[in-house]
Nanobody, 125 residues
């Protein structure tokens, strides 16, 4: 069992930056593939980025490539999402998730076992 708590959301103008953090409680954080998802009002939750257990493999949805960076610090049980050049369409609740899987990296929602409550990101134009 692992519990995930996100922080770092807020209101920012278009073109600005935010850094989200997700701290995991429990043991063996390094055994989980970690991901970030987001859900905008009236839309389904969508995949944003994922990182493998060691951080050696990373995957992004096309819409955030070149602007967002996912990273992890296994010693701190934390995964990050650095978001630069934010756009109004990035406005959403951002959640981190953990997958207990043998795969190197996963992007499908159903493959993730644990979810945080989310943090609101609002980008004004």
């Amino acid at each position: 069992q692992v519990q995930l708590v996100e922080s770092g959301g807020g209101l920012v103008q278009a073109g600005g930056s935010l850094r989200l953090s997700c701290v995991a409680s429990g043991r063996a954080f390094s055994k989980y593939v970690m991901g970030w998802f987001r859900q905008a009002p009236g839309k389904e939750r969508e995949f944003v980025a994922a990182i493998s257990r060691t951080g050696g493999n990373i995957y992004y949805v096309d819409s955030v490539k070149g602007r967002f960076t996912i990273s992890r610090d296994n010693a701190k049980n934390t995964v990050y999402l650095q978001m630069n050049s934010l756009k109004p369409e990035d406005t959403a609740v951002y959640c981190c998730a953990a997958a207990d899987t043998t795969a190197t990296i996963v992007i499908a929602r159903y493959e993730y076992d644990y979810w945080g409550q989310g943090t609101q990101v609002t980008v004004s134009s």
